[in-house]
């Protein structure tokens, strides 16, 4: 069938089980003629978590680091906007061990923020896209959706996390296509450590915290109600935090870039476990602000979402030097006050 | 920086670990259990680089359970740690330019000759290497997770929470 050549399904389980689960799916096979010419579902699917040998990065026909102008432009254009080009990695670029020159010096600035309260989760992150001392986009998007349920927010390389993001959810929804239910946030925050784990070392840099709600769904009829009713049953809000050297953890709040000191200092006087909505999106956006105001690469809008058992919904974003003239004004306001003796 | 102990008595072992999780200069974390549970009489305590520690104790954790389904019957801690070592060992002369895992060799404990100590005696002096720990460390390490293991099994006792410095 046209979806087991495409997977390798033969590789991963028995004839049996890919018959009995996708007989039901499918109904017909398409002849997909694409797909035998592509060579991304080949030895080096993430399935296997493969681990680059040298004589791999010798026969790879794109080299790390090699400057073409096809790649080039695609890592600029990915920056400011999520990675929406029609290839897929046709072969993942693992690093060889020597240091290879970059194409353009790298940096980490970014100010994202995500906390559990009782009415959800709460993503927030500022958009500037910088590049060693040139805001290369001030309308980036740090927070990319997965799924309906699960959000990420992103710090560290732009493309770097655009791309991970969509392979997180490519493998998120075939989980769901083959298991009947969503995976939940911990199990995403797993596959995506272990997704990066072989490239510890490099010169990858992903720190990600996912936010999401787990659990809560209908069986679609395909598999057997008993055995998902026994295992799947957590249900709630999830938030871990994801890092490309390695570290998982699972908490209540966390805030990750190069303004996350800022952001922690109006977080940790905050939040708290019954704050309404409206609270709790007015404290992420004070510390995304006081964040912005101090960190040079930090600023621009501010984005936030919201997760909930009924998805995500999405604040519209806000320029914050609106924001910012605001407070002038009230400040100037009360010295004007205090001067002329006003109460 | 991380903190990690582990004192024998007559017939327990009781262990204890610092709770921070750290991301260079900040705390993410203030309630990370850095203890993982091999088999019901096995604890393995692992501290050293981000992502290294997780993966390493993990697969140890899933190895010593493996052989339990396979033989029906749990490894020794001895055989455990020969295990262990032997994974480390390996994992270290794989990779000549880096070595990812580290066993961190954290601020010096202060280990008394351990003799005879009953149960009441090990948390006194555990408390005392943690006061220690406190008035000379640079970091501020402020609560600690114990565990006794004797031949019942593993049993959590009470968090040991320093106050501010």
């Known amino acids: ?343 | 920086m991380e903190y990690l102990i582990g004192l024998q008595g007559r017939d327990f072992v009781l262990v204890a670990a610092d709770n921070v999780a750290a991301s260079s200069i900040i705390q993410m974390k203030h309630d990370y259990d850095k203890m993982f549970k091999l088999s019901e009489k096995i604890l393995l305590l692992c501290v050293g680089e981000a992502g290294d520690t997780v993966q390493f104790a993990e697969y140890i954790q899933k190895n010593v359970q493996l052989y339990k389904m396979r033989n029906g019957y749990e490894l020794s801690p001895a055989a455990a740690a020969n295990f262990t070592r032997k994974n480390l060992a390996d994992y270290l002369r794989s990779r000549v330019s880096s070595l990812p895992v580290v066993f961190n060799s954290s601020p010096h404990v202060l280990l008394l000759v351990v003799a005879d100590l009953t149960r009441d005696e090990a948390v006194d002096l555990l408390k005392k290497c943690i006061e220690e720990l406190n008035k000379r460390f640079i970091l501020n390490l402020h609560s600690f997770t114990v565990r006794l293991i004797d031949k019942e099994g593993i049993h959590d006792l009470e968090k040991i929470t320093l106050g501010n410095k």
């Open chain 1, 1 to 343: 069938m046209a979806l087991q050549d495409l997977c390798n399904f033969q590789d991963f389980f028995q004839d049996s089980l890919t018959k009995q689960s996708f007989s039901g799916t499918f109904g017909k096979s398409t002849a997909c003629n694409y797909v035998s010419s592509s060579s991304f579902r080949n030895s080096t699917s993430l399935f296997r978590f493969y681990i680059p040998v040298a004589e791999y990065l010798d026969e790879s026909p794109i080299q790390f680091g090699q400057i073409s102008t096809v790649q080039s432009s695609s890592a600029f254009s990915s920056q400011d906007s999520i990675l929406s080009s029609s290839s897929l990695p046709t072969s993942l670029p693992f690093a060889s061990s020597q240091s290879v020159p970059l194409p353009f010096p790298m940096s980490h600035g970014t100010t994202t923020l995500a906390f559990m309260f009782q009415g959800g989760v709460l993503a927030a992150a500022d958009t500037r896209s910088s590049c060693s001392g040139l805001v290369a986009c001030p309308a980036s998007q740090k927070i990319l959706p997965i799924h309906s349920h699960l959000v990420g927010t992103t710090s560290g390389t732009s493309a770097d996390c655009a791309l991970w993001k969509r392979i997180l959810a490519r493998e998120l929804r075939l989980y769901q296509l083959r298991n009947g239910r969503r995976l939940s946030t911990r199990g995403a925050a797993k596959l995506l450590s272990h997704m990066l784990h072989p490239f510890k070392g490099t010169e990858l840099c992903v720190a990600a915290t996912l936010c999401g709600w787990d659990g809560g769904e209908v069986d679609d009829g395909c598999h057997a109600g008993t055995e998902t009713d026994l295992r799947a049953s957590f249900s709630g809000p999830g938030l871990f935090y994801v890092c490309s050297d390695g570290t998982r953890l699972q908490g209540t709040l966390f805030s990750v870039g190069s303004g996350s000191p800022y952001a922690y200092s109006i977080l940790d006087q905050g939040v708290r476990w019954g704050l309404t909505v409206d609270e709790a999106t007015s404290i992420a956006r004070e510390a995304v602000y006081r964040a912005t105001h101090r960190d040079a690469y930090s600023g621009n809008c501010v984005d936030i979402y919201h997760i909930t058992s009924n998805g995500w919904t999405r604040r519209s974003r806000e320029d914050l030097k609106e924001e910012y003239y605001r407070e002038k004004e009230r400040k100037e306001k009360a010295n004007i006050g205090e001067y002329f003796g006003e109460t």
